[in-house]
């Protein structure tokens, strides 16, 4: 395995094409088609389909309602303060949001709430690492890299895979 190569597969989803990109060991991208911080050369990555294999699964699964956490390895490039936010996202649960103040005040960094907006604008990592779970202060949707009708796409989706998913609960509950 070459360590510097960036192996990439590409997957069609509900939302339009996905660029998914690792270093060998951990999943380091997943772009949507024209991303606004996409990668910037692409010259002498290595197309690999099985490499990726488990990523492409897990996000077919996402997309048909059957997964709503993920189990990648995963190696998103960026700074410190990124690398803290990023992985706050990732704690945000299914089918919810939190604000960028909720999160910077969960880093202990009260006023660094625009510093937030600006990491998770950033994020390479999209869906996996549920960025389009963060929204404005009043609950509002608000800049997203993929678009807001992707981030509005994804957060329905997620409210809809939990609501099938306690109805279902609650269906069981009623037959016992």
Same mark, same amino acid.
Request: aromatic share 12%; hydrophobic share 35%.
């Given at each position: 395995m070459n360590e510097?190569?960036?192996?990439?597969?590409?997957?069609n989803s509900p939302v339009g094409e996905l660029l998914l990109t690792s270093n060998g060991a951990a999943l380091t991208a997943v772009y949507f088609e024209e991303p606004k911080y996409g990668p910037a050369n692409t010259i002498g990555w290595v197309?690999?389909?099985a490499r990726l294999a488990a990523?492409? @699964?897990?996000?077919?699964?996402?997309f048909r309602g059957e997964r709503t956490t993920?189990? #990648?390895a995963l190696g998103p490039a960026g700074t410190p303060f990124q690398q803290m936010v990023w992985s706050a996202l990732t704690e945000i649960p299914f089918g919810r949001t939190t604000s960028y103040g909720a999160i910077a005040g969960r880093l202990g960094k009260p006023s660094a709430s625009r510093a937030v907006g600006a990491a998770n604008g950033r994020n390479p990592i999209s869906i996996v690492v549920p960025c389009h @779970?963060?929204?404005?202060?009043a609950g509002?949707?608000?800049g997203y890299g993929?678009? #807001?009708d992707r981030k509005r796409w994804l957060l329905d989706h997620e409210a809809a895979v939990l609501s099938r998913a306690l109805a279902t609960a609650a269906a069981s509950g009623l037959r016992r």
């Open positions: 510097t190569a960036t192996y990439f597969s590409t997957l197309r690999d389909d990523v492409r @699964r897990q996000l077919e699964e996402y993920f189990e #990648l @779970r963060v929204v404005g202060s509002d949707l608000t993929g678009g #807001l």
